[in-house]
């Protein structure tokens, strides 16, 4: 009989549990699941796009100065003109601007990588000999956290020039945009690392030292390669951030996409240069986000599966 009763029971449970998995909340579901449920939900999805699509290019396309919004931004000839350039006429090409704002940001992205990880090494070192550099770390962080990167872009551009010290005050002000962003973004990384390193378990810790290893080895076998993984998704983000943010450099004179855009426009007297650089802009950045959001979305399966 307690048998009996243990069975029913038992499969009273697995009944109940089954129902409250097919009744779980739609936004656990995965993404296309969500969107594509059926052929009724593709047809809705479908038609609600094209009527947004539809209102948003009809009121572009009748809206009183439609006209000359096409003309003056979406003017296919000037659109390409200000895309090749014409060193003739003193145009540059936003094209070959784009390179420069590539190799800003390579260069960038590593510097920010190593001095963000140093930054937070030093901020979480607890050696009596580095009290100092904690304090000044923080007050690191804490300061280009704050400040606008259009105003390190400034002090670091028109400001180590005037320092005359010697190579370091004759740089190109692309070199110098690459020094304001490293500056600014090693800030930001930074208490990204720090919030990774403290994510992982203490109890991986103790197991390490237990094992004999040295704050060092358990550092750099046991912490980081955890809090790397847990921190690629927000570094990813930075990092979209950091390619748009090469566009501020054009304030200095570095003639990057945005500035040959701008030349173009003060010349021509058009501005679809600007649509130019907006799109390969967008070209380098959406297939990075759409990275990151498979990572994001790969995390997430990984922990749920685990709890």
């Known amino acids: 009989m307690a048998r009996h009763l243990h069975e029913r029971s038992l499969t009273e449970a697995l009944v109940v549990a089954s129902t409250q998995e097919s ?40 809206a009183p100065g439609g006209a000359n919004v096409r003309y003056f931004f979406f003017n ?64 690191y962080t804490d300061i280009f956290r704050g400040i606008p990167i259009l105003l390190v872009i400034f002090m670091v551009g028109f400001g180590l020039p005037a320092l005359s010290l010697g190579v370091l005050s004759n740089q190109s002000p692309a070199v110098y945009g690459c020094m304001a962003l490293t500056i600014t973004y090693s800030a930001y990384v930074a208490e990204v690392f720090r919030a990774g390193i403290h994510s992982v378990p203490n109890g991986q810790i103790f197991a390490a030292r237990s094992l004999g290893l040295s704050n060092a080895a358990t550092m750099r076998r046991v912490i980081l390669p955890q809090a790397v993984r847990t921190v690629i998704p927000p570094l990813l983000n930075d990092f979209i951030s950091l390619q748009k943010d090469t566009a501020l450099v054009s304030v200095l004179g570095a003639v990057e996409a945005t500035r040959a855009a701008q030349i173009y426009g003060s010349t021509d007297f058009n501005f679809s240069g600007y649509v130019v650089a907006a799109g390969l802009f967008l070209l380098m950045t959406i297939p990075l986000t759409r990275f990151t959001d498979r990572l994001i979305e790969r995390d997430r399966t990984r922990r749920l599966a685990g709890n």
Do not use: C
């Open 23 to 62: 009744s779980a909340p739609s936004f656990f579901a995965p993404r296309r699941k969500r969107l594509l449920v059926g052929r009724r939900g593709l047809v809705a999805s479908l038609l609600s796009s094209v009527i947004i699509l539809g209102a948003l290019v009809a009121v572009f396309w009748l």
């Open 76 to 139: 296919p000839h000037d659109m390409w003109a200000s895309f090749v350039g014409d060193p003739q006429k003193g145009l540059s090409s936003v094209g070959q601007g784009l390179l420069t704002n590539i190799w800003m940001f390579l260069i960038s992205e590593l510097l920010v990588l190593f001095f963000g990880l140093v930054i937070a090494w030093t901020r979480m070192t607890q050696s009596p000999v580095l009290a100092p550099f904690r304090f000044l770390s923080a007050l």
